[in-house]
């Protein structure tokens, strides 16, 4: 005899079961680790120009540049994404910001002009990115790396 019990952990199973096929349990890659419905980037080979473009409105991924290694930083669009205190960083290279401790526009290279080489930082601005080098590492999966020019995705 089926009793409430009974009824209420079939009900449980079916959900799970159901939840489970239909993804929203599914395991996840890591490197789809992005709150935007959009496909995950693996290893990327971007550009500044072509890395502009995942600033989180041009498209919902919101990718940054760091020391020539790209980031997907979608799931900190509280930080990146539009009108977040560090929105200028989403889509660029922000070594030199980061080095810098300044989110302003000037510690951003044009996307039209060459990488940034990053030669005349002080030891302190050394020291500072790459204790975000090891941030941004340790939080965000790395889908690319910046290049001057090359297959841009
Ligand atoms: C008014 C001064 C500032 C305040 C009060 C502030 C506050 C914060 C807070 C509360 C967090 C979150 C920490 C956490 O939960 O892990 C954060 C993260 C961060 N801040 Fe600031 N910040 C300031 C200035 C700056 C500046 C000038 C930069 C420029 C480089 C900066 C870059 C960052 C970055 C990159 C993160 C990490 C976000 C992430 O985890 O993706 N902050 N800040």
Not at 36 to 47: K, L, Q
Not at 79 to 85: C, K, L, S
Request: hydrophobic share 35%; proline share 6%; with cysteine.
């Amino acid at each position: 005899m089926i009793t409430i019990t009974g009824i209420i952990v079939l009900a449980l199973i079916a959900y799970f079961a159901k939840e489970f096929i239909t993804g929203g349990m599914s395991i996840s890659n890591p490197l789809e680790n992005s709150t935007t419905d959009s496909a995950p980037i693996v290893e990327g080979r971007f550009t500044p120009l072509s890395l502009a473009k995942f600033n989180g409105t041009d498209d919902p991924k919101i990718l940054i540049a760091v020391k020539g290694k790209v980031y997907d930083v979608s799931n900190g669009a509280s930080f990146y994404g539009p009108g977040g205190p560090y929105e200028n960083f989403a889509g660029r290279d922000a070594s030199r910001g980061l080095a810098k401790n300044s989110f302003e526009l000037d510690c951003l290279t044009p996307t039209d002009q060459p990488i940034d080489q990053l030669k005349n930082l002080t030891a302190d601005e050394i020291e500072s990115l790459d204790g975000w080098e090891q941030h941004f590492e340790g939080k965000y999966p790395l889908v690319g790396t910046l290049h001057e020019n090359g297959d841009s995705i």
